[in-house]
């Protein structure tokens, strides 16, 4: 029977859909409403118009700032309020040259704080690396005593890095916006005459994780004296610089731990943080990364942080703490947060969006995405440092300042494409082969999403199989009993990660 | 020794940071740059300038458009182009009252197709369930000869929904924008003169799946003089509305098919679908819901849905297919797509962008988050229909036309909340226990990250252990071996989940 015959039958016998209530009891602003004639109440949206109250405060604050920078002449941060203070900087006297072929020009400089002492054999070191967003401020200290980010790790007799024993070093990463130069500094080859056009913005070269840590390493041996450091520490981004340093410098450093890191970025990790930068440079207020006099892309680093936060922690941890429960289950729901998750979720992201420049929150996302230990990866980057030596460069102190536009020209060599999972293993297998002799401290969390457990796996499986290697490997893997705290493990447990960085530390 | 008293040694021992090429064969194009003074090249934005593009088309586009709809005083789709056609209605003469307190008064819509023929006994329907976005256009038809959204998976002697043998119905969800009435639909009770300002946009109910399914039962029975489908089936938001359907209607169907969903949404579900909200709301041309006379807000949509699918497919399918290739490994990286899966990701959101109507996106989307079977939120959704039973009223075909603003006053009971994770699985439990005698089939994906295994096993695990269960339930997990399409996978693959569905429809 064709569907268009069937004859509508009267309603009426459809007892539960005819059921009318009568409508006699209005309350005045409902009466009011009716008016409209509308069926349903205009919903509300608090979120909203929370953000605009917050773009028009930044307006009146950049006003009043603005006028500070044209007569001071200095670079301040205009909204970083809260920034951190407090730390020493490094400054170098020589360019760096870019795996990518920029190249960020001399003076730049690198922020830092140390905690316990080096000894008279320099032998002590501690290097640790940073998640993307952090500071150098690990640990409170006499000149910013605000609790560090990895305040309960550190210190005298610390079952992690005891401050007794070991010199820690912690920098904030090259293009970080916390004291060392990233995007929002000026570019010291820049003439124009006004300061704020000086800044790098979007002109600013994209780094490899490699640049970062021979930034580091410049630092520690020019610096610092030390000729081989005992340790390099890192989570997260940091447990990809800390592979890194052993990688490109394999005998000036005595061990290594990498907690939730990797050995190269996997697509789903792209994806997410590909997510969270296309959101970000959608904000109208990023302005192309050209916000630094006006008001700053607010909106866009809030979602892009509760996008992150999303990638930070765990289902398990959220279904036990947050539910499905809503803030109030008695009003009618709504599109802004209604639910307990996403007003966390809205919470993380309102406190980044002021307290992080953009600018350096999308390079290092993309610098995080372009990590690779593989071979062909390495041999790619080589190349420019290669070329340098061949056109016989040489410079005293003086000459060292970068000309013009150098090495703008330079097109990195095309890598090989793996044609297979398995020729892609051997590559990064082969890229790792510098740490035969290293002794490694591998964690990995198996709530952990953006970095997940098979990656931490699969560096202990490359570095051990490898017939070349002679070191100690450890590999700890967190299992939904002992965290359920997802990739922000690293930042909350003591027992399991703090504790075994320790033990492994000790031991000969 | 204090570090600030350790002296910067001379750098030019430093080999490696002091080599220096000579800048001797400057292009022409680098030479122009050279004098802009900056030390590395302004990035370039290709992908904000192809959105630019694109707003700039629409704005085009829609003052032409504008100016039919004012021409011809009628509803039509400004900028959905190619939104599907060759659907039936099935119209409602009477209002349908929202569990959350809003009214879509009537005639409210629901566009359907159906393949296969209805028996005499009317004993061989099969309602099939849609995920959030997809249309009734489930398969190709005579009025519309384009490939359905489940192509493969229906039509004679098909494997899986045989259409000799069932007869089908597959109807856009209420809320949705493919002809059933949504959030871009004419409000009837709206007595503004502007066709334009009687749109619902944010004035439209919230609607819970539970109102969708009624919507969808009162067509079955009153139209199609069902009173007993043979099958619910369907998947991700189609397997919630096919579990609620036997749960609201147990009485009314044989056998019930739920693929890749759930008993009750979880905080890492609603968390991703939180963020692709905010993302879309945060686009100014949103405007709170009002763009239907304007620019659509396809830069918030087209992200948006860049996030959606990351949480569709999964990553050991994406580590084989694009790895961390990127699109051109020789040209300098960008912040624009680069990677293979940056550009599969932005392909698909564009896409999407255009296809699908804001609104409906935001407001199912939400649905999907308050989904919930178990007792305390059904009783809390009964509440208002003993309301009406209670002020005793009853309607003709006629007086059924809702009243302006009925229902508004109406506040949901306040649900008790569970204050362990045990008493909320009981709570689903007790929700479940309609389905006591009914069979089931379950299916679920271990790469599904958005509508994890575990969802699928809670489902199994309660209905199974309760004790009255006196029904056949079938629960099968495809493991990586069998599939590495996560949340999709139901879309794809005929052999482990088609199959399998007309196998457990032609047993008894």
């Not at 950049?62 to 941060?77: E, F, G």
């Not at 916000?291 to 941890?317: C, D, F, Q, W």
């Not at 953006?450 to 202990?460: G, H, K, T």
Request: proline share 5%; net charge positive; charged share 25%.
């Amino acid at each position: 029977m064709p569907i268009s015959n069937i004859i509508l039958r009267n309603p009426t016998h459809y007892k539960y859909y005819t059921k009318l209530s009568v409508f006699n009891s209005l309350s005045k602003a409902s009466r009011l409403f009716a008016k409209r004639n509308v069926s349903t109440k205009q919903m509300e949206f608090p979120c909203l118009d929370k953000l605009e109250a917050i773009t028009k405060q930044l307006k009146e604050k950049q006003q009043k700032q603005t006028l500070k920078i044209d007569k001071l002449q200095q670079c301040i941060d205009p909204v970083y309020s809260n920034i951190k203070t407090g730390y020493q900087i490094y400054e170098s006297k020589v360019p760096l040259y870019s795996d990518f072929g920029g190249v960020l020009p001399n003076p730049w400089q690198i922020a830092y704080e140390t905690w316990g002492t080096l000894n008279k054999e320099r032998s002590n070191a501690i290097l640790l690396h940073t998640g993307l967003s952090a500071s150098s401020h690990a640990h409170s200290t006499k000149q910013n005593p605000v609790s560090g980010w990895w305040e309960n790790f550190i210190g005298p007799n610390n079952p992690c890095l005891d401050t007794n024993k070991y010199f820690v070093i912690c920098t904030n990463v090259l293009g970080g916006c916390y004291g060392s130069t990233g995007p929002k500094s000026i570019d010291p080859t820049n003439t124009s005459s006004k300061d704020i056009n000086k800044r790098y913005a979007t002109r600013f070269p994209m780094l490899s994780i490699q640049d970062i840590i021979r930034a580091q390493h410049q630092m520690i041996k020019e610096f610092f004296l030390i000729d081989k450091l005992y340790a390099s520490v890192g989570s997260s981004m940091g447990g990809m610089q800390s592979l890194a340093y052993g990688v490109e410098f394999p005998n000036e450093l005595e061990k290594i731990v990498s907690v939730s890191g990797c050995a190269r970025s996997h697509p789903s990790s792209i994806a997410m943080r590909h997510a969270q930068r296309q959101v970000l440079m959608a904000d109208p207020h990023w302005n192309r990364g050209y916000y630094y006099n006006e008001i700053i892309p607010h909106v866009g680093m809030k979602l892009a942080r509760e996008i992150a936060t999303v990638t930070y922690r765990s289902g398990p941890e959220w279904e036990s703490r947050f539910g499905n429960e809503r803030l109030d289950d008695e009003r009618q729901p709504m599109l802004c947060p209604d639910f307990l998750i996403e007003n966390y979720l809205d919470h993380q992201g309102e406190k980044f969006a002021l307290e992080y420049d953009a600018n350096s929150f999308l390079y290092l996302s993309k610098t995080m995405d372009l990590f690779d230990l593989s071979l062909s990866f390495q041999k790619r980057g080589l190349r420019k440092r290669t070329s340098l030596v061949q056109n016989n460069g040489i410079c005293s102190n003086e000459s060292c300042v970068v000309e013009q536009n150098q090495g703008l020209e330079e097109k990195p060599v095309k890598r090989k494409r793996s044609s297979t999972v398995e020729e892609a293993r051997i590559d990064l297998q082969k890229g790792l082969q510098p740490l035969a002799s290293k002794d490694l401290l591998v964690i990995g969390v198996k709530t952990d999403g953006l970095f997940p457990y098979w990656q931490q796996r699969e560096i202990v499986d490359l570095v051990s199989s490898d017939t070349n290697y002679s070191g100690k490997i450890k590999h700890i893997e967190l299992d939904e009993s002992q965290s359920l705290y997802g990739h922000d493990t690293f930042l909350l447990d003591l027992e399991n990660i703090g504790k075994e960085i320790g033990k492994f530390l000790t031991k000969n």
